[in-house]
């Protein structure tokens, strides 16, 4: 099974829509869809549409969602609404996310079920923080999160997903983790996704590393077995260093 790897930036709350239209400008061209990986961008909300008329072959990609299709929940936004004007992935359970939002595992499971339901794949962003990993605590969290965020999804959904380990430590920091760290980490969500849903998923998940990932860096992570792409936060925001990532990776 040959799994397409894949890049993805993630802005984070960065980029006016007139921001956003000077990056995808700024790339205009210099990803044509042909490469061995894939490459994206998950924008703010509001960058959606600018990112989707202007993107080019860059993939894009909403920050969250909310799992029920419409009603009362001021500020939220429905995965129909993100299916309308054709995002095609949506990143999901993201630390900050966790921490800042109280968006738990059980959230996780029913907008990724809801996300494929409209074929729009979800990013499962998973990690310890820095106290679990001082702890030895970073199998025990991963697993219980991979376990909890996946639940009620098919063998043949969990194939579909795309999982981003990112241990919170490194994420910001400049403190990546240490290749054979994200390697064992990123194999052990394979590892987990085969005990509970079987081989075929297990090799067709692809499992991205995130935290403090650089144009620098890029390719040692990209050079491990288990690790099939990078979920990226500041090196994603400028041209030149995404055009940089894109580089280091073709
Ligand atoms: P940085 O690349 O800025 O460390 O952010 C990683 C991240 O959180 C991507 O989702």
Excluded at 13 to 35: C, L, R, S
Excluded at 61 to 77: F, H, K, P, Q
Excluded at 99 to 117: G, I, M, P, Q
Aim: hydrophobic share 40%.
């Amino acid at each position: 099974m040959t799994r397409r790897p894949i890049i993805f930036g993630n802005w984070k709350m960065n980029k006016t829509p007139a921001e956003a239209k000077a990056f995808f400008d700024g790339m205009a061209g210099y990803v044509t869809g042909e490469e061995a990986a894939e490459y994206g961008v998950g924008v703010p909300f509001v960058d959606l549409d600018v990112a989707v008329k202007n993107a080019g072959a860059l993939s894009v990609g909403a920050e969250n969602c909310n799992e029920l299709d419409s009603g009362a929940y001021t500020g939220e936004v429905s995965v129909p609404m993100l299916k309308e004007i054709g995002i095609t992935y949506c990143i999901i359970g993201h630390s900050e996310r966790r921490t800042y939002y109280n968006e738990t595992s059980a959230h996780c499971a029913a907008k990724a079920k809801r996300l494929f339901a409209s074929d729009i794949t979800p990013i499962l962003c998973i990690g310890e923080t820095e106290a679990e990993y001082d702890a030895g605590k970073t199998e025990e969290v991963v697993r219980t999160q991979l376990k909890e965020s996946l639940e009620g999804l098919t063998a043949e959904e969990v194939g579909k997903i795309v999982l981003a380990y990112e241990p919170i430590w490194a994420i910001g920091t400049g403190k990546s983790a240490d290749v054979n760290t994200a390697e064992a980490c990123c194999k052990l969500c394979r590892d987990t996704v085969r005990e509970l849903y079987g081989d075929e998923a297990a090799e067709s998940v692809r499992v991205q590393y995130g935290g403090s990932v650089k144009p620098t860096n890029i390719k040692e992570y990209m050079a491990c077995a288990d690790i099939d792409g990078a979920l990226i936060g500041g090196a994603s925001l400028k041209v030149d260093s995404f055009k940089e990532l894109v580089d280091a990776t073709k």
